[in-house]
């Protein structure tokens, strides 16, 4: 397999190694591949994760700690998509703990202020309906979740 060219660079503050390992606890086949230390030179502290090359679930991620000069936006986030409730569960659950924000539909910010897209595969499937009716029921019903629920959806797609 060739080495993935494009990969998604995350800028941090300071908590790049942090953030890498929380990461790569949450999702199965995953790992730190590379941490780059500051040297004498700095910027950064000497000895601290400069970069933070790591993997979830095949894709590979650079984290930088960067300074206090940028930070994320729900411009860009990273969708999850979810086989199960379980699933979404557990993720939502994990990287909403310790200071992180639930939003609307799906959409939540971790910790660190990234902002992540917890989705279940049946979201996909319902809205895309060819039953027009159906398809708003559950547009509706989705439009009022911080956490994608799909029993309720399923729920709403039948008309109950």
């Known amino acids: 397999m060739s080495p993935q060219r494009i990969k998604t660079y995350l800028w941090f503050d ?4 942090e953030a890498a390992n929380l990461y790569t606890s949450i999702f199965k086949d995953s790992k730190i591949l590379n941490v780059a230390r500051y040297g004498n030179a700095g910027p950064g502290p000497k000895g601290t994760a400069m970069t933070v090359n790591f993997q979830l679930e095949g ?11 940028y930070k994320f936006t729900e411009a860009i986030s990273l969708l999850v998509d979810c086989e199960t409730q379980e ?3 557990r993720l939502w ?3 909403t703990a ?9 959409w939540l910010k971790d910790r660190f202020g990234l902002s992540w897209q917890i989705i279940p595969t049946a979201l996909f499937r319902l809205m895309s309906d060819p039953d027009a009716e159906k398809s708003r029921r559950v547009m509706e019903a989705m439009l009022q979740m911080k956490k994608i629920d799909v029993p309720t959806l399923e729920r709403a797609h039948a008309g109950k």
Do not use: F, T, W
Request: aromatic share 4%; hydrophobic share 25%.
């Open 59 to 69: 894709q590979e991620y650079i984290a930088l700690n960067g300074g206090p000069m």
């Open 93 to 95: 659950n994990k990287l």
């Open 87 to 89: 699933e979404v569960d």
């Open 98 to 106: 310790d200071g992180g924000e639930e939003s609307m539909c799906g």
């Open 14 to 17: 300071h908590e790049a190694e």
